[in-house]
């Protein structure tokens, strides 16, 4: 976001439920517009910035920390989500500003034992371990982020910065970091969220689309979690939503 814009935080009224009692979205929403770095132009719509929790049975991760904006709200959200004392790590998909700026505060309120990421960036952690993993792109790896508690780190071909999804085999849910963001433009505008890939124009872009589909397919995926707009929850929904960003990143590049 523009940091000398004005923004008042729209709020998602509580955490909601993804899927069950495992995986909770977090955040509130923003005004999307010329004011905001992501936005196409002529866009003016309320958009949904998102974290998620995913809850163990001996601790709960956190998967990106919500953008500056909404650092009140994430706090009670979290506080109405965890027990005292409750063991905490976080996981960011992307060391972005709007994915780990809220580290500090969650980590004076709460018992965060470990942060895990990729990529190079200073993340701005107080006493949590560090926990910096290296994923190919196209591959993937498992690791037991908190006790009983394994996750999927995802490493898709369709990204700029290094960049991890996180699947959660437990409830079927991928969260995708700034992917599957069409949502951000509502469910009359999707096209409009679809337009941003003219970037891979001339590019050969069949593996990349391939992997988006088979990322989906492959895990059964049950729900997506974007970092900006509505998750696409069922997994028909879920294939349907694979299946279209592909498209979409074909179409723009060449056959």
Request: proline share 6%; with cysteine; charged share 20%.
């Amino acid at each position: 976001m523009n940091p000398h814009t004005t923004q008042t935080a729209i709020a998602f009224n509580g955490p909601h439920s993804l899927i069950g009692n495992r995986v909770y979205r977090l955040g509130a929403d923003i005004l999307l517009d010329e004011h905001v770095s992501w936005c196409p132009p002529g866009t003016s719509v309320i958009q949904p910035v998102n974290c998620y929790l995913i809850k163990g049975s001996n601790g709960s991760v956190l998967v990106d920390t919500g953008v500056r904006l909404h650092e009140a709200e994430i706090i009670r959200q979290l506080e109405s989500l965890l027990e005292p004392g409750e063991r905490l790590a976080v996981v960011l998909t992307r060391t972005e500003m709007e994915c780990c700026l809220n580290l500090p505060a969650i980590e004076a309120r709460f018992d965060v034992e470990s942060v895990w990421y990729t990529g190079g960036i200073t993340v701005p952690r107080m006493s949590a371990t560090p926990r910096r993993i290296m994923v190919n792109p196209g591959a993937s790896l498992e690791a037991q982020v908190i006790d009983g508690l394994t996750l999927e780190f995802v490493s898709p071909l369709m990204r700029l910065l290094p960049t991890l999804w996180i699947f959660d085999p437990g409830s079927g849910a991928l969260l995708t970091s700034d992917s599957f963001t069409h949502g951000s433009y509502g469910r009359s505008n999707a096209a409009a969220g679809l337009r941003k890939f003219q970037w891979f124009s001339g590019a050969d872009t069949r593996g990349i689309a391939r992997d988006v589909e088979e990322s989906v397919r492959r895990r059964q995926v049950k729900a997506i979690g974007p970092g900006y707009g509505e998750p696409i929850v069922g997994m028909a929904e879920s294939a349907a939503a694979a299946t279209a960003l592909a498209t979409a990143i074909r179409t723009v590049g060449i056959q």
